[in-house]
């Protein structure tokens, strides 16, 4: 038996397609099923690769007793957060405030026929436990509530409603101090294990990214520290490549093992951009860096590619070990015995002190993460991963999550272009243009695009800021990298898109187009990923350059100030707002974004390469052969073999050799 869910796009919908459970998917025809009924909706919020999600599918969902009652007395819905985040960000935020601030996914929510919430709350289990009831134990007592005290209800979940509704972000008056922000964001520092924070302990690459902008010395050692310690940490997978979501210890060490798109698009942005910050004489930490931007990309080539060439959204934690059952990082886990049998005794016992793979283990059951110690021989080293990835791939694979996701892609898109270039490697451009093609034939529908897709079909959601703000950066990426006019007109006219659906009457923009919830969800917060605001911000200001359109860079100006009291408030938070800052406050001090344009038919040439590798934060690199059409002013008169840089209003004169690049791109004029 299967129930609906069976022809979702979804991958995390379909993993409760055979359940007892009468599941609907979020639409008003699923809400006017509660009106008719007049009973309320269980609403269930998740996502493919989460661990706790599983785990709640399993004890409750699969039980037919738990789907027998709430079949009978409530109108069920499932939510995948990656497809719907707009759902997601207002359901959240409801958690959130009837909770003292805690959420999380699994997501549970008891809402009225009219989708508003009433009661609220994260994962439970099938039995009480410590001081938290059983599933069944919350569904007997909404149920009781919904019959007994229907108006109560009602009305609490209308007071909600107009509550969170009624928020609203106030404009701060004047910039932030840039150097009290990041003096706050070094108090978070980790003297010891590199990164931000406690535990759970995420990586940051927005906030990485901010502190890169100037690069005075102690921002970039905050900065080198923390990627080279999540570089030779158990974060990092470093056999195969790419990390995993976040940490359970301060030291790197033991991470929750689901792997995900966005984390690793914005880190191999980061570890490029941490690679260029990198004296040339600081060889070893150089090598560090490179090794883990390939590593990604070896890992998105090897298992995250679509058959279409989108990218998708990610791979779970768990997976099944040699007798079928599920541990969570099992994939990942070695112990001494394991590298011995992959690699021989002489060549296990120097994997498993370069790695620290003990007897006693990191994890579990005598198992171990791998860390990378020393300054191992990289030749050796590489010939040992080779091994044990060959090893790994006769162990049984975690799921993958196959939604495509706008966003997601854009941001890897872009990533991949800016190493493509700086490591001169040409094989990166065409993942990246295989993947944006994938976007224009599939997301980008009648000039709207769609959030997500999945065997090359869109789903109908629209795409947030998020998604426009992605995709535009990428594709002014690709029109730079390739000279290719017909990038940069189809980034504007995604700019123009979102300039209209996203507009907030602060000046600022919000997550999502109007899809008739209870709240528009406008979060100005960075925190795994850049919020909407900021995403949108870095589309425009880069659309804007190369077009030459003043109007959409003064609108990314407006939309900057709607951040500034969040980078005042908790700078730790709004690593992408700050990173804005600071280029914007270097722009003051007369080092404006700059547009260097390369004149060649060779994107790869070595005057496009340094270009890449020098240009300043917030500058964007055209390179196109003499004559190129559709590329507004920047090819007018101007000569092949030669690259020209302006800035602002002030152009310096054509160089021809990557020694001279530097003056023009980083002159204070």
């Known amino acids: 038996m299967v129930n609906r869910l069976s022809e979702s796009s979804s991958d995390y919908l379909r993993q409760h397609a055979h359940q007892g459970v009468d599941w609907w998917?979020?639409?008003?025809?699923?809400?006017?099923?509660?009106?008719?009924?007049?009973?309320?909706?269980?609403?269930?919020?998740?996502y493919a690769s989460c661990h706790w999600c599983h785990v709640m599918s399993h004890e409750s969902f699969d039980d037919p007793d738990v789907a027998s009652f709430i079949n009978s007395h409530f109108v069920p819905i499932k939510v995948d957060r990656q497809q719907l985040p707009d759902v997601d960000a207002v359901f959240m935020t409801a958690t959130q405030a009837m909770n003292n601030g805690q959420g999380g996914w699994p997501m549970t929510a008891f809402l009225t026929p009219a989708g508003l919430p009433f009661f609220t709350g994260t994962y439970f289990p099938p039995e009480p436990r410590q001081g938290m009831p059983s599933f069944s134990q919350v569904l007997q007592a909404m149920a009781d509530a919904w019959r007994d005290n229907r108006d109560q209800l009602t009305g609490s979940a209308d007071y909600i409603a107009q509550t969170l509704s009624g928020q609203s972000d106030e404009v701060a008056e004047k910039a932030p101090d840039l150097r009290a922000a990041v003096d706050e964001i070094e108090k978070g520092f980790d003297l010891i294990h590199g990164g931000f924070g406690g535990v759970p302990k995420f990586p940051a690459p927005t906030l990485l990214d901010a502190l890169l902008v100037k690069g005075d010395p102690r921002s970039l050692e905050i900065a080198q520290r923390s990627l080279e310690s999540m570089a030779r940490g158990g974060i990092y997978d470093q056999v195969g490549g790419g990390f995993h979501r976040y940490c359970v210890d301060a030291g790197w060490v033991v991470p929750h093992f689901e792997k995900m798109l966005y984390d690793n698009a914005l880190l191999l942005g980061t570890y490029v951009r941490g690679w260029r910050r990198t004296a040339d004489h600081d060889e070893g930490l150089r090598a560090l860096l490179e090794r883990t931007a390939y590593g990604i990309v070896e890992w998105l080539e090897r298992e995250m590619v679509s058959e279409e060439g989108g990218f998708i959204s990610g791979l779970d934690a768990d997976s099944c070990d040699i007798r079928g059952a599920v541990h969570e990082g099992i994939f990942y886990l070695?112990?001494?015995?394991?590298?011995?049998?992959?690699?021989?005794?002489?060549?296990?016992?120097?994997?498993?002190?370069?790695?620290?793979?003990?007897?006693?283990?990191?994890?579990?059951?005598?198992?171990?993460?791998?860390?990378?110690?020393?300054?191992?021989?990289?030749?050796?080293?590489?010939?040992?991963?080779?091994?044990?990835?060959?090893?790994?791939?006769?162990?049984?694979?975690?799921?993958?999550?196959?939604?495509?996701?706008?966003?997601?892609?854009?941001?890897?898109?872009?990533?991949?272009?800016?190493?493509?270039?700086?490591?001169?490697?040409?094989?990166?451009?065409?993942?990246?243009?295989?993947?944006?093609?994938?976007?224009?034939?599939?997301?980008?529908?009648?000039?709207?695009?769609?959030?997500?897709?999945?065997?090359?079909?869109?789903?109908?959601?629209?795409?947030?800021?998020?998604?426009?703000?992605?995709?535009?950066?990428?594709?002014?990426?690709?029109?730079?990298?390739?000279?290719?006019?017909?990038?940069?007109?189809?980034?504007?006219?995604?700019?123009?898109?979102?300039?209209?659906?996203?507009?907030?009457?602060?000046?600022?923009?919000?997550?999502?187009?109007?899809?008739?919830?209870?709240?528009?969800?406008?979060?100005?917060?960075?925190?795994?990923?850049?919020?909407?605001?900021?995403?949108?911000?870095?589309?425009?200001?880069?659309?804007?350059?190369?077009?030459?359109?003043?109007?959409?860079?003064?609108?990314?100006?407006?939309?900057?100030?709607?951040?500034?009291?969040?980078?005042?408030?908790?700078?730790?938070?709004?690593?992408?707002?700050?990173?804005?800052?600071?280029?914007?406050?270097?722009?003051?001090?007369?080092?404006?974004?700059?547009?260097?344009?390369?004149?060649?038919?060779?994107?790869?040439?070595?005057?496009?390469?340094?270009?890449?590798?020098?240009?300043?934060?917030?500058?964007?690199?055209?390179?196109?052969?003499?004559?190129?059409?559709?590329?507004?002013?920047?090819?007018?008169?101007?000569?092949?073999?030669?690259?020209?840089?302006?800035r602002g209003t002030v152009c310096f004169d054509p160089v021809s050799e990557y020694a001279e690049l530097k003056t023009p791109l980083w002159s204070r004029v």
């Not at 008719?36 to 919020?45: H, Q, T």
């Not at 700086?422 to 599939?442: C, I, K, S, Y």
């Not at 909407?532 to 350059?545: C, D, K, Q």
Request: hydrophobic fraction near 45%.
């Open 25 to 46: 998917e979020w639409s008003p025809e699923a809400l006017a099923a509660a009106t008719r009924r007049e009973v309320p909706v269980l609403l269930s919020i998740g």
């Open 334 to 646: 070695w112990n001494p015995d394991l590298l011995d049998d992959a690699l021989g005794a002489e060549l296990g016992d120097w994997a498993a002190e370069t790695f620290h793979v003990t007897r006693g283990g990191t994890f579990e059951d005598g198992l171990s993460t791998l860390q990378l110690r020393g300054r191992p021989d990289f030749a050796k080293l590489e010939e040992v991963c080779g091994i044990l990835l060959e090893e790994r791939s006769n162990r049984f694979r975690p799921a993958s999550d196959n939604l495509v996701v706008a966003g997601w892609n854009g941001w890897m898109i872009h990533s991949l272009v800016t190493g493509a270039l700086v490591f001169n490697e040409p094989g990166w451009l065409e993942l990246a243009l295989r993947a944006a093609q994938h976007l224009v034939d599939v997301h980008v529908v009648d000039g709207v695009l769609r959030r997500s897709s999945r065997d090359g079909v869109a789903d109908p959601a629209e795409g947030g800021s998020e998604d426009y703000g992605a995709v535009i950066e990428a594709f002014v990426a690709l029109a730079g990298a390739t000279g290719d006019a017909a990038w940069l007109r189809r980034a504007e006219a995604l700019a123009d898109r979102a300039v209209e659906a996203f507009a907030h009457p602060d000046g600022g923009f919000y997550d999502a187009v109007d899809t008739g919830l209870f709240q528009r969800p406008r979060s100005l917060t960075d925190n795994v990923t850049p919020s909407g605001t900021s995403a949108l911000i870095s589309g425009l200001r880069a659309v804007g350059l190369l077009t030459e359109r003043a109007e959409l860079v003064a609108r990314a100006d407006e939309a900057a100030r709607t951040t500034w009291a969040a980078v005042a408030e908790h700078p730790r938070f709004a690593g992408a707002a700050l990173a804005d800052l600071m280029i914007s406050d270097e722009a003051r001090r007369g080092l404006k974004p700059a547009v260097a344009v390369v004149v060649s038919s060779d994107p790869f040439s070595e005057l496009s390469r340094a270009a890449w590798r020098l240009a300043p934060a917030g500058s964007v690199v055209l390179t196109a052969p003499e004559g190129a059409e559709g590329l507004g002013s920047h090819l007018e008169e101007r000569v092949d073999g030669l690259a020209y840089v302006c």
